[in-house]
């Protein structure tokens, strides 16, 4: 019985260790992935003109290094290419407003997002992306509207859900103020 708790303790600790490990080794493999991805596209794209699936790509790739400017060029660039679907073009749109509003460009955001609603009027994240940026240049009734929309074509979109209630909340104590 006194020996047995070391040895509990010890079990439970190599057990942690190697659930670490594999979260660690999952993570490399992933990041060297993305570099691999990523240096293969940068070679491609500098000596070559690229797909629209490629730019789209390497665009990601910088949206996920939080490398808006880079971002904004290859997804630019995806929307020029000759090859890029119609139905594709709404995802596009929608990390190119990304990018724009990563850096605060709320108004470039909103093109954006508009362009890939109009492509796509059923694109939720879009939507929501929209709603979030009327958000921040505080025109609350439009991005009120916005939930709406994505709410009426997914009603279990929890984003939509918390940010309408959110944004309800703030409208009603400024009615009441106003009544009384």
Same mark, same amino acid.
């Given at each position: 019985?006194?020996?047995?708790?070391? #040895?509990?303790?010890? !079990?439970?600790?190599?057990? /942690?260790?190697?659930?670490?490990?594999? #979260? @660690?080794?999952? +993570?490399?493999?992933?990041?060297?992935?993305?570099?691999? %991805?990523?240096?293969? /596209? +940068?070679?491609?794209?500098?000596?070559?003109?690229?797909? %629209?699936?490629?730019?789209?790509?390497?665009?990601?790739?910088?949206?996920?290094?939080? /490398?808006?400017?880079? !971002? #904004?060029?290859?997804?630019?660039?995806?929307?020029?290419?000759?090859?890029?679907?119609? !139905?594709?073009?709404?995802?596009?749109?929608?990390? /190119?407003?990304?990018?724009?509003?990563?850096?605060?460009?709320?108004?470039? %955001? @909103?093109?954006?997002?508009?362009?890939?609603?109009?492509?796509?009027?059923?694109?939720?994240?879009?939507?929501?992306?929209?709603?979030?940026?009327?958000?921040?240049?505080?025109?609350?009734?439009?991005?009120?509207?916005?939930?709406?929309?994505?709410?009426? @074509?997914?009603? +279990?979109?929890?984003? %939509?859900?918390?940010?309408?209630? !959110?944004?309800?909340?703030?409208?009603?104590?400024?009615?009441?103020?106003?009544?009384?």
């Amino acid at each position: 019985m006194e020996n047995s708790f070391p #040895v509990l303790y010890i !079990s439970l600790l190599l057990g /942690l260790l190697a659930i670490a490990a594999i #979260v @660690i080794f999952r +993570q490399i493999l992933k990041t060297r992935r993305t570099e691999s %991805a990523l240096t293969r /596209l +940068q070679n491609k794209l500098a000596k070559e003109k690229g797909t %629209a699936q490629e730019y789209y790509e390497l665009g990601s790739i910088y949206l996920d290094k939080k /490398l808006f400017a880079q !971002s #904004v060029n290859a997804l630019q660039k995806a929307l020029k290419a000759d090859d890029l679907p119609e !139905s594709e073009a709404a995802v596009v749109y929608n990390a /190119l407003g990304f990018a724009y509003f990563a850096q605060e460009q709320y108004d470039l %955001a @909103i093109r954006q997002y508009k362009d890939a609603v109009k492509l796509d009027p059923k694109y939720v994240t879009a939507l929501n992306n929209l709603g979030h940026a009327y958000e921040r240049k505080q025109l609350t009734a439009q991005a009120l509207e916005m939930y709406d929309q994505a709410l009426a @074509i997914e009603p +279990q979109n929890d984003t %939509a859900k918390r940010r309408s209630d !959110s944004l309800r909340k703030r409208l009603v104590p400024s009615a009441e103020a106003q009544k009384g």
